[in-house]
T-cell receptor, first 112, second 114 residues
Framework: RKEVEQDPGPFNVPEGATVAFNCTYS??????FFWYRQDCRKEPKLLMS?????NEDGRFTAQLNRASQYISLLIRDSKLSDSATYLC?????????????WGLGTSLAVNP | ETGVTQSPTHLIKTRGQQVTLRCSSQ?????VSWYQQALGQGPQFIFQ???????GRGNFPPRFSGLQFPNYSSELNVNALELDDSALYLC?????????????FGPGTRLTVL
């Protein structure tokens, strides 16, 4: 089993739709979680960190479910500009052995 | 923008050659991490430099090596290039050693090995 897994999609949704992605992780000791957005042939850009209590930033909501070992990203009222690949990243290990492990990304296409 | 810069933006090399990629970290950040991202994959951790010392390494062979300078900028060197080394190479800047802190990425260097 991969350390971090995502459904690669693609997710095709109409403008205005609500879409949700999940990302599962295998290491129960993982401490920090992130969602990044990556546009085609560009670098990943931090979208939001994921906290135990969940967090919201405008149309974006991230949640952590430790019992089931997954994080989620909800996008409300999708815009054409939300089309991108969404990568989740998880910290595994401790001390100097901590590493950021990435999923393969979930592709989202928002259609007019 | 993140303030992290990388050079060059694109590079074409042939098998067996050597390459050096450069990264300037965000002002105030003392840690640089390097990643390899092949097409359709997530970034793979190569190694991290914290205060000029290697501070963690992924599953990459020794022909992948690096440096960090006193101003915290960094280089990634790859010797004896192979076709599979073709990828986007990303550096990420953060404050503090370890990988637990938010990382900000540069625009990447796209390396093509022919």
């Amino acid at each position: 089993r991969k350390e971090v897994e995502q459904d690669p999609g693609p997710f095709n949704v109409p403008e205005g739709a609500t879409v949700a992605f999940n990302c599962t992780y295998s290491n129960s000791a993982s401490q920090s979680f992130f969602w990044y957005r990556q546009d085609c042939r560009k670098e990943p850009k931090l979208l939001m960190s994921v906290y135990s209590s969940g967090n919201e930033d405008g149309r974006f909501t991230a949640q952590l479910n430790r019992a089931s070992q997954y994080i989620s990203l909800l996008i409300r009222d999708s815009k054409l500009s939300d089309s991108a690949t969404y990568l989740c990243a998880v910290i595994v290990g401790a001390g100097n052995n901590r590493k950021l492990i990435w999923g393969l990304g979930t592709s989202l296409a928002v259609n007019p | 923008e993140t303030g992290v810069t990388q050079s060059p933006t694109h590079l074409i090399k042939t098998r067996g050659q050597q390459v050096t990629l450069r990264c300037s970290s965000q002002s105030g950040h003392n840690t640089v991490s390097w990643y390899q991202q092949a097409l359709g994959q997530g970034p793979q951790f190569i190694f991290q430099y914290y205060r000029e010392e290697e501070n963690g390494r992924g599953n990459f062979p020794p022909r992948f090596s690096g440096l960090q300078f006193p101003n915290y900028s960094s280089e990634l060197n790859v010797n004896a290039l192979e076709l599979d080394d073709s990828a986007l190479y990303l550096c990420a800047s953060s404050l503090g050693g370890g990988n637990g802190n938010t990382q900000y990425f540069g625009p990447g260097t796209r390396l093509t090995v022919l």
